[in-house]
């Protein structure tokens, strides 16, 4: 049983910064297609922040490029998303996400609010 699940989340001011955290159980961040982070505003439909594909190539929403980070642990089996300069925009629930070659698996989702 592949589980997901993800921490980090919280409110913080614009400007400011934050770590989301995706714990993998059930499969292997190594071994793992793709990995990545989307988010979901409220009234709009769920889309790719960012992406790390067959391993090393990495993949990020033009709006966040520069200001947010993709990595992987795989000793730790984690999936982190380090966000800096936050701005009200990037207000959303997060999703961590798992494409092992064969399913996708998601988190459970953890909310992001940037005040201005």
């Known amino acids: 049983q592949v589980q997901l699940v993800e921490s980090g989340g919280g409110l913080v001011q614009a400007g400011g910064s934050l770590t989301l955290s995706c714990a993998v159980s059930g499969t292997t961040t190594s071994s793992s297609k793709r990995i990545g982070w989307y988010r979901q505003a409220p009234g709009k439909q769920r889309e790719l922040v960012a992406t790390i594909i067959s391993g090393s190539s990495t993949n990020y929403k033009d709006s966040v490029k520069g200001r947010f980070t993709i990595s992987r642990d795989n000793t730790k089996n984690t999936v982190d998303l380090q966000m800096s300069s936050l701005k009200p925009e990037d207000t959303a629930v997060y999703y961590c996400?798992?494409?092992?070659?064969?399913?996708?698996?998601w988190g459970q989702g953890t909310q992001v609010t940037v005040s201005s």
């Open positions: 996400n798992i494409y092992t070659g064969l399913q996708d698996y």
